[in-house]
């Protein structure tokens, strides 16, 4: 599947109907959610049905795509409870589900005539398995972590379906996250939403008399911008990047930048990749790695430091109106900021924009020094200023 531009689809993970919208504006060609069931990712804050229901219309309406995810392990009283949910996600009609479970599709397959798509928790990494779903009525393999950009271009090769891979975000150490380990040590069931990320924890190693606390089973963050060129000439459909559960600026700052680096691509422009690569080094992350995506992985994709993810910048707030004819734009905060705080706006063009705190102003137009978080302020805006509603502000 390709979009206008003849490039592959960015697909970007929505936690709620804000990041979907998020993700929309700065440049996501389609989106992925749950709703509050069935889903692999319980502590999002999700989609109820009646949010479910708007975000998919207005997503057509501008004509995006978004995919719901039903890939959780069912248990026999949520399947008896998931042929009633299916009708009602037949009538609200996504452009797809995703889906790990044999007995889900069924229930699926039989009451609805929506798009299927098999989820990477069905670990599918070659032809012969893909095969196998493509005649149970898949319409898009999205692959195992744990396959290769070129075994994912022969899987589309041979069996002319559309394939979906992941290009961006947190790795799970376990295969195809099938992880029991938040069983044992949380009582929660990562294949049924429940995962605490016990790989991510410190853990203690004794050696040789002395004790080191260190992250020991996490893998490094996936980031696969060099290999761009790779997965366009492999035609891969759709690139997917990870994240419902993290913030709305991570979800801008990576769709962004990905969206950059592919238009710049496509046009030939060599200087695609440093200033992507920039914005992505931006965000916390436990160091990057390529994944299975080039081949096999080695011992050096292990994060195995001991300090606390940081990041350089800070969610800011939220432009929610632009009054360019009194030269004004109006901000939402999102954390407290100080007279001298400088901003950056992220413009969907792909540019920074740079603003200043020097002169606040609350809604009655008097002079601040410290504005709250969740405060709605002022600041002055240049008449030739590219700042639109809707855009992320982070601290400088």
């Not at 080094?281 to 299975?292: E, I, W």
């Amino acid at each position: 599947m390709q979009n206008k531009q003849g490039l592959p689809e960015l697909l970007a993970p929505a936690g709620n109907p804000i990041k979907m919208k998020t993700a929309f504006y700065y440049g996501a060609d389609a989106v992925y959610l749950a709703s509050v069931k069935f889903g692999l990712r319980s502590a999002a804050d999700n989609f109820t049905i009646k949010e479910l229901s708007e975000s998919v219309q207005w997503a057509k309406q501008r004509g995006k795509k978004v995919y719901v995810t039903l890939n959780a392990f069912l248990q026999r009283k949520e399947q008896e409870a998931l042929p009633e949910f299916v009708q009602e996600l037949n009538q609200i009609a996504p452009d797809g589900l995703l889906i790990s479970d044999p007995a889900v599709w069924d229930i699926v397959r039989q009451r609805s005539n929506l798009n299927l798509h098999v989820s990477t928790q069905a670990s599918v990494r070659n032809q012969y398995t893909a095969k196998m779903w493509q005649d149970k009525g898949a319409s898009r393999i999205v692959v195992a972590r744990e396959c290769s950009i070129e075994e994912t271009g022969k899987i589309k090769r041979a069996l002319d379906i559309e394939v979906e891979t992941f290009i961006h975000g947190a790795m799970c150490s376990a295969y195809s996250g099938c992880c029991s380990i938040s069983n044992y040590t949380a009582g929660r069931d990562s294949n049924r939403g429940g995962c605490i990320q016990s790989c991510r924890f410190l853990y203690t190693e004794t050696k040789q008399a002395s004790t080191l606390y260190a992250s020991l089973l996490s893998s490094k963050d996936l980031q696969a911008l060099p290999l761009l060129p790779l997965l366009l000439q492999e035609q891969i459909d759709s690139l997917k990047i990870e994240g419902r559960m993290k913030s709305s600026l991570y979800v801008a700052t990576v769709t962004r930048a990905y969206r950059q680096a592919l238009l710049k691509l496509v046009n030939k422009d060599t200087d695609w990749y440093e200033s992507s690569l920039k914005e992505l080094a931006t965000l916390p992350h436990r160091g990057y790695t390529q994944g299975f995506l080039s081949g096999d992985l080695g011992s050096d994709s292990i994060y195995n430091e001991r300090v606390e993810l940081i990041t350089e910048h800070v969610m800011a707030g939220t432009v929610i109106e632009v009054d360019k004819a009194k030269g004004r734009l109006f901000l939402l905060t999102r954390t407290k900021l100080a007279k001298d705080t400088s901003l950056v706006v992220l413009g969907f063009d792909g540019c920074n924009y740079t603003l200043t705190c020097e002169h606040m102003e609350n809604l009655n137009g008097e002079t601040l020094t410290v504005a709250q978080a969740t405060q709605v302020i002022q600041l002055p805006l240049e008449e030739e200023s590219k700042i639109e509603v809707a855009m992320l502000v982070r601290k400088g």
